[in-house]
């Protein structure tokens, strides 16, 4: 936003937050934005979801996001990261996690750093979406990994 007499501050982030797509599309056409569309139904969630995209952006602003977020509270409601499904790949352990806000409400990620530049971190969103069951169901999981599969062949 442009507004005369104004300057853009940031603040300071040490993780990218980026998602699949292409360049030239709106987010909302992407995976993660399409799913968010999809599983977003209510008030309620979209207020949990929101807090926890909130929550995201001022942990991406510490070197130890997942530290700050096991720690961290805003507002009274906790948000938790963890690990949610793990597979291999040439030879290396591959991690998705999760973002999750009460029982249901989840975000899907992936951690992704760089090794030849310890500054390229990015934080790349895959799903968001609503569980019914305590473990995250295959279908989520498969969506996730084929993301991810194709981002490191």
Known sequence: MNIPGSLLVERPKHWDIVVLGDAEQPIESSSFGRSVRKNV???????NYLLM??????????????GYLLEGELEGARVVCKDAYSFSMHGKKERILELKLGKKDR???YQVNASSSPKARAILLLM???????????????VCERQIRSLLA
């Open 41 to 47: 139904d209510s008030t309620e969630k979209a207020a």
């Open 107 to 109: 975000i899907y990620f």
């Open 53 to 66: 995209v909130t929550t995201l952006l001022r942990a991406v602003e510490e070197s130890d996001y997942r």
């Open 128 to 142: 968001a979406f609503h569980k019914k069951d305590q473990r995250t169901p295959a279908d989520v999981t498969g």
